[in-house]
Nanobody, 118 residues
């Protein structure tokens, strides 16, 4: 099994930045893919950014492209989501998710709240 723990959420003003962390533990050697998702109040969960655990093949949603960046620290089994130029529309609970096969996210973190004030 793999455990994922997000951190780094909080309250920020529009135009500000935040960096979310996703720390993986357990059988991390099995992880093949890793992505960030978010869910705003009253909306469905949506893909934000992600790709291979190795860091290859990263892609971003249209809303994240150019503002968000995924990075990683393999030694710590941690992945980061740097979010710049935040807007109130980015307010959501952000989740990291991982899986052993392409397109299947078996493991999810508990989520971290990001609130952007106008």
């Amino acid at each position: 099994q793999v455990q994922l723990v997000e951190s780094g959420g909080g309250l920020v003003q529009a135009g500000g930045s935040l960096t979310l962390s996703c720390a993986a533990s357990g059988r991390t050697g099995f992880i093949y893919i890793m992505s960030w998702f978010r869910q705003a109040p009253g909306k469905e969960r949506e893909f934000v950014a992600g790709g291979l655990w190795s860091g290859h093949g990263i892609r971003y949603s249209d809303s994240a492209e150019g503002r968000f960046t995924i990075s990683g620290d393999s030694a710590k089994s941690t992945r980061y989501l740097r979010m710049n130029n935040l807007t109130p529309e980015d307010t959501a609970v952000y989740y990291c998710a991982a899986g052993r096969t392409k397109g299947v996210y078996e493991f999810w973190g508990q989520g971290t709240q990001v609130t952007v004030s106008s």
